[in-house]
């Protein structure tokens, strides 16, 4: 892939996975975001025994439709990557998730020139280190025409945090991206 058309599916990845303003959510509570906007994971208070959350299913692709990351968008072709994580030491209470994409199809991902996005979760009904499973952790994908196919494989790789900010290992899944109408290919 040429260096041109690389910066420009990167930054159309970067609008479709959400960096920026056009589609950016914001973190959820207990969480906070460094000067540059990363997801700082952990709530700095939990006394929970310190393991990473580990994969227990998936990863998956969903295929969502068609849907828009902010009302008043166009609506776009939807890819949800996910998986189920348990935590030993139960502080899922507050998690996070990262999910990368590189474009290149390779059953691998680059992580130094992926694109990266990440989302902060807290639960208010879930009581600190008692909460060790979650059965569908991850982020929906808002896939802009400008920055990807449609139909075709791509690697995507996922990780998740506990509240103490300890990374479960990356795990990568190759799926086709969304048919035009967001259909399964």
Avoid at 46 to 54: D, F, I
Avoid at 59 to 64: D, G, L
Avoid at 161 to 171: F, I, N, Q, R, Y
């Amino acid at each position: 892939m040429s260096t041109r058309i690389r910066a420009q599916a990167t930054i159309g990845f970067a609008m479709a996975m959400g960096v920026g303003a056009c589609g950016y959510k914001e973190p959820g509570q207990g969480a906070t975001t460094d000067e540059d906007g990363t997801v700082i994971a952990g709530d700095g208070g939990a006394e929970c025994a310190g393991s990473a959350p580990v994969l227990v299913a998936g990863p998956f692709c969903t295929y969502m439709g068609l849907g828009s990351a902010e009302p008043g968008l166009d609506e776009v072709p939807v890819l949800r990557i996910s998986g189920a994580f348990h935590d030993d030491d139960g502080d899922l209470h507050l998690r996070s998730t990262r999910i990368w994409y590189d474009g290149e199809p390779l059953g691998g991902v680059d992580y130094e020139t992926a694109q990266v996005k990440e989302r902060a979760y807290a639960s208010s009904g879930e009581t600190p280190c008692e909460s060790l499973d979650v059965d569908d952790m991850g982020d929906k994908i808002y896939l802009q025409p400008s920055a990807t196919e449609y139909g075709v494989e791509m690697d995507w790789a996922l990780s998740a945090s506990d509240a103490d900010g300890l990374w479960s290992e990356p795990v990568i899944v190759t799926c086709k991206t969304p048919l035009e109408d967001g259909s399964e290919p």
